[in-house]
């Protein structure tokens, strides 16, 4: 370890003491203070939904969920479909269906498992929120590095070499600093000094407490940092989706279980494919099909363009699940977009 960072935690919970964000899934410093101890559930859950998003956009929906799953053995006995419709906006389905399984392993279990490894044995949960959840909710010395901890090791280290390299040095140093007491908060004040200071960004070396111990900032461009290689170019996918009215009903469809969106309602539609098939010919209905206009969507691995049809159904009714056009809702954001272009 770099002999400079042995005064790491010290500073680092220092700050986090007086700068610590006020979060509604957090138990704050003080809170730990008087006695407090985290909730094992609503540290998993937002560890979970912030895999794919921001904070504020998470609050929302964690608001939501602990309404109305207050505990994991509420949200065990809750129905799929229901999971899934309330995850709706929150990246990957998948995710879902293995919140739902690791709940129900947590709730025949009686409780959460407290370390590293057995957590890691439960659906859904990787290295990253397997120490997360270890370190806060249960303060165990635990290491939970993400994203924003690869950044400001990058830069604290002035790290240069080859990327997948250079994270296992974040990892070590990271997990050799954990201190034996506050491990939860130091892991705590790591993400906040990520995601408000040293961001990826322009960051505010200014009132960093970690600034004199800062490689890149000494060096004059924490910016450069981390050296990451170039990412690639997202291939671009294309297909159609079609709204078919029937009356006051608009047909919708379940997906597969497996694949992308696995197991959600969405708008019938083609196969989505670089050589994507655009037109008509994967239509639910024979019908007089106007086309109304063009969604775009961002997927972690792909960009897709879907082309959006509309029609009145003349003839006999497909299957499906045919639902009151005021009723839709939960739809994946994508279909979300078709749904309101076909709306407008």
């Known amino acids: 370890m770099h002999k400079d960072l042995n005064t790491l935690p010290e500073l680092l919970l220092d700050w986090y003491d007086r700068a610590a964000r006020d979060l509604p899934w957090r138990t704050g410093p003080k809170a730990r203070a008087e006695g407090q101890r985290p909730d094992p559930y609503r540290v998993w859950l937002s560890e979970i939904m912030l895999q794919q998003t921001t904070v504020p956009h998470a609050a929302r929906y964690f608001a939501e969920f602990t309404r109305r799953w207050p505990t994991v053995e509420a949200l065990a006995e809750a129905e799929d479909a229901d999971v899934m419709a309330a995850w709706a906006g929150l990246g990957y389905y998948a995710r879902a ?83 034996n007491m506050r491990s939860g908060e130091f892991a705590e004040a790591l993400m906040d000094l990520g995601a408000t200071i040293c961001t990826p960004k322009s960051p505010n070396c200014l009132i960093c407490p970690l600034s004199e111990l800062c490689m890149a900032r000494a ?20 297909g159609a989706a079609f709204v078919l009215i029937d009356g006051g009903e608009v047909l919708l469809e379940r997906r597969p279980n497996k694949g992308l969106l696995g197991g959600m309602v969405g708008l019938p539609g083609s196969v989505w494919a670089e050589d994507g098939d655009a037109g008509v010919a994967k239509a639910p209905a024979e019908a007089d099909w106007r086309e109304i206009g063009e969604v775009r969507h961002v997927f972690t691995h792909f960009s897709l363009e879907l082309t959006v049809w509309r029609a009145d159904l003349n003839g006999e009714r497909p299957d499906g699940l045919w639902t009151p056009l005021g009723e839709v809702s939960g739809l994946p954001s994508v279909f979300g977009k078709a749904w309101a272009l076909a709306r407008s």
């Open 97 to 179: 269906r293995n919140l739902l399984k690791c709940a129900r392993e947590v709730a025949a279990l009686g409780a959460f498992p407290e370390t590293e490894a057995d957590l890691l044995k439960l659906p859904g949960i990787g290295p990253y929120t397997a120490g997360a959840i270890a370190a806060i909710a249960f303060d165990q010395r635990a290491a939970a590095v993400d994203g924003n901890v690869d950044r400001v090791f990058a830069r604290l280290l002035a790290l240069k070499g080859e990327w997948k390299a250079e994270k296992k040095v974040v990892a070590e140093t990271v997990r050799e600093l954990v201190p």
């Open 219 to 238: 060096e004059g461009d924490p910016d450069r940092y981390p050296v990451k290689p170039a990412k690639l170019k997202k291939p671009t996918r294309r």
